[in-house]
């Protein structure tokens, strides 16, 4: 339950004011939005949601609407209570939304012209459109940019492909609309993005010990790794620099695993090199390589590709198969031995006894006779031999577009809950660093299913409640499981039964709301303090992702670190003074931003996009082009205004900063 729900005003008749942001969505991850704009970036914000209760929660008694306003009023309670306290670190108040109205809610079936000309889009800044149905985020974007050519559209597809081809398709019909645009303008113009794909390298680095995070940025891989603390007298290899200090609760079962309630347990976000000297017995987050990135890598099949000969005839069948070539070659060999015969007519000869297509010798040599009794008696082994190899063919070509069985002696997988839009990700990136997976799926139809028969993934159709379908995935013998199902109190349940059968499992489950995650998790680590527990929510992951789109600037990728966030972005140094004209040292500030790399590019060269791979043959002589990124910045070097730089921030450091240049932009 989530307790009592403050009232939160609202004005339904009042129309929004021009520059407002609208949301519209049936989930989770549209009231993490709005939350995300409303209380880090100071936006005003109008939240669209759908009548009635969640889709995804049926069991929670609120509607969409009450779990929205009690969301935001836990939020406001702990702005309230962050501005009573010590403040920020520029002395001022700990609420950064001071003057800004509260989020307009609204309900609507569905977003149609009607409802987003009341939401104000014809005079918003941006809109996101993040209901977990494709098709109506696509007819919504469509009408949208009918109504307003102007608007910044952020839009969540699962479809990939198709989501580059709307892109493309909305970004023309605003260039066609406003005739001589910018084009660094209109490629913020619309930005489709993915939960599941923002959300899924986390959850799958969460399955792996000392797992690295992978940033992608004009063709190089950051490498951030996450490190134990030092043992006495041990020194580690600090790395490129220092992004993160863990939790100093991580080796105490009452810990609360770096959630916002934490206080100064909680993970440190871009410490100062002091902060990390000082730090004793905590582990760290470092930026630990820069390699070039090669072409995306294909996931890889379990089982190889196409039906291999141990796949298609069992062991027995094929022992039996060369016990039998071994008692031919041996006939063939004393045949030739005692008839004096040559080893082809010999051979031949055996060949027809064995298939029974020769006349008895009766004029032959007693030694012939014997030879020919014995391969008669090995033909006749020889039929049933060809009938079972005939059976367990066909079985095999049968069963092929079928979903495979865990195998007997597998063990150290990842068991993974789930196939549906997150866990299909998973899965793929699991695939992708080659760690033997199993998964259990309730609906046989789930979407899935057929990536996991053509990658021929061991699969267990059954609810994860019922007694035997985790021993079916060989959860005893398991290195990790993934609860990612869409229902929390599954994905608890498949927990607290796999922590029965195997202590020590890893366990990462998928949970909503953080106070139920931050109770799951103390409580797993108080009963199994020797084994690793984490939690995680999706929408909590990709929402400053989804916000960052919002504000039209473009994000690299984003880091969990425990169960905060710290986002990797490109931007332009013009308009940013806490940027421009002071050195890399000076722009450093601790718990909000560091600069990392700068672009040397000249500006008329830069790709718009950093994250794209840039094109090269990979099967000829040529090398990748070298990037022109700069990663081994001088303390002393000053930006200027034509500089992009390459930052990691934490959520609230770059709302600063984007604040920071939304009021000192002019107006047009």
């Given amino acids: ?30 009231r993490r939005l709005a939350v995300e704009l409303r209380f880090v970036y100071g936006e005003r914000v109008t939240l669209l949601l759908p009548p009635g209760r969640d889709a995804n929660s049926p069991e929670t008694p609120l509607t969409q609407r009450g779990r929205a306003a009690a969301l935001f009023g836990r939020m406001s309670a702990a702005m309230n209570r962050a501005g009573n306290g010590n403040g920020t670190a520029d002395g001022g108040s700990g609420d950064t939304n001071a003057g800004v109205e509260a989020v307009r809610i609204m309900e609507a079936p569905e977003p149609s012209d009607d409802v987003l000309e009341e939401a104000g889009v014809d005079r918003a800044a941006a809109l996101a459109l993040v209901y977990d149905d494709d098709e109506r985020n ?6 949208a940019r009918r109504l307003n050519p102007r608007l910044r559209l952020v839009i969540r597809l699962y479809n990939r492909k198709l989501g580059q081809h709307l892109e493309e398709l909305l970004d ?76 100093s609760t991580t080796n105490d079962p009452a810990g609360s695993e770096g959630s916002d309630s934490s206080g100064d347990e909680a993970p440190q976000l871009l410490p100062d090199e002091q902060t990390v000297a000082a730090a004793e ?27 291999p000969l141990a796949k298609v005839f069992s062991r027995r069948l094929r022992w039996s198969a060369l016990g039998f070539a071994l008692a031919a070659v041996a006939l063939v060999i004393v045949s030739v031995l005692t008839t004096e015969d040559s080893l082809p007519h010999s051979a031949y000869l055996i060949l027809l006894d064995l298939l029974s297509m020769n006349d008895p010798s009766e004029d032959g040599t007693t030694a012939r006779k014997i030879i020919q009794i014995f391969s008669g008696v090995a033909g006749i082994l020889l039929l049933p031999l060809l009938i079972a190899a005939v059976l367990e063919a066909f079985g095999t070509l049968r069963t092929a577009s079928s979903l495979r069985r865990p195998p007997r002696g597998l063990s150290g997988h990842v068991v993974l809950l789930g196939l549906g839009k997150i866990g299909t990700r998973v899965l793929v990136r699991l695939r992708e660093l080659d760690i033997p997976v199993v998964v259990v799926e309730e609906d046989p139809e789930a979407r899935g299913i057929p990536l996991a028969r053509s990658m021929h993934v061991p699969t267990v159709i059954g609810d994860v409640t019922q007694e035997g379908v985790l021993e079916a995935a060989k959860i005893h013998r398991a290195h990790a499981l993934l609860a990612l199902t869409s229902i929390d109190t599954t994905n608890l349940e498949a927990a607290l039964y796999a922590r029965s059968v195997k202590p020590d499992l ?35 992951l990709a929402a400053p992702s989804f916000a960052v789109a919002m504000m039209g600037r473009q994000i690299l990728g984003a880091v969990p670190v425990e169960r905060k966030v710290m986002l990797f972005a490109a931007l332009e140094v013009a308009g940013h003074p806490q940027l421009e004209g002071h050195t890399v040292e000076q722009a450093f500030r ?24 840039p094109p090269y043959n990979p099967g000829g002589d040529a090398t990748p082009p070298p990037s022109g990124l700069v990663w081994d910045l001088h303390p002393g070097y000053v930006l ?27 107006r047009r």
């Fill in 172 to 247: 023309q019909a605003a260039a066609v609309a406003m005739p001589g645009i910018d084009p660094a303008l209109l490629d913020a113009s619309t930005t489709v993005l993915s939960d599941a794909d923002t959300a899924a390298p986390a959850l799958a680095a969460t399955a792996l010990t000392g797992s690295s995070k992978i940033i992608q940025a004009e063709g190089l891989l950051l490498r951030a790794a996450e490190r134990p603390p030092p043992r006495p007298g041990e020194n580690l290899d600090p790395g490129l620099c220092t992004l993160a200090l863990l939790s």
């Fill in 590 to 613: 601790a718990g909000a931003w560091r600069v990392l790399a700068i672009d040397a590019t000249p500006p008329a060269d830069r790709a718009p996009d950093l994250a794209a791979i």
């Fill in 506 to 540: 890893r366990v990462a489950l998928r949970l909503y709301d953080d106070e139920f995650a931050t109770a799951v998790y103390r409580t797993l680590r108080t009963a199994h303090p020797g084994a690793l527990t984490r939690s995680r929510s999706v929408s909590h």
């Fill in 1 to 30: 339950m989530l307790g009592f729900v403050p009232p939160l005003p609202q004005q339904p008749g009042r129309p929004p004011s021009a520059g407002h942001m609208i949301v519209c969505g049936d989930d989770a991850l549209a």
């Fill in 138 to 143: 696509i007819r919504a974007a469509l009408t």
């Fill in 640 to 666: 200027r205004a034509t500089d992009r730089v390459v930052i990691a921030a934490t959520r609230r450091g770059l709302a600063e900063l984007l604040r920071r240049q939304r009021s000192v932009a002019p």
């Fill in 281 to 307: 017995g905590r582990g760290t987050v470092v930026l630990e390589a820069i390699s070039q990135a090669g072409p995306d890598r294909p996931a890889t099949r379990m089982g190889g590709r196409g039906a």
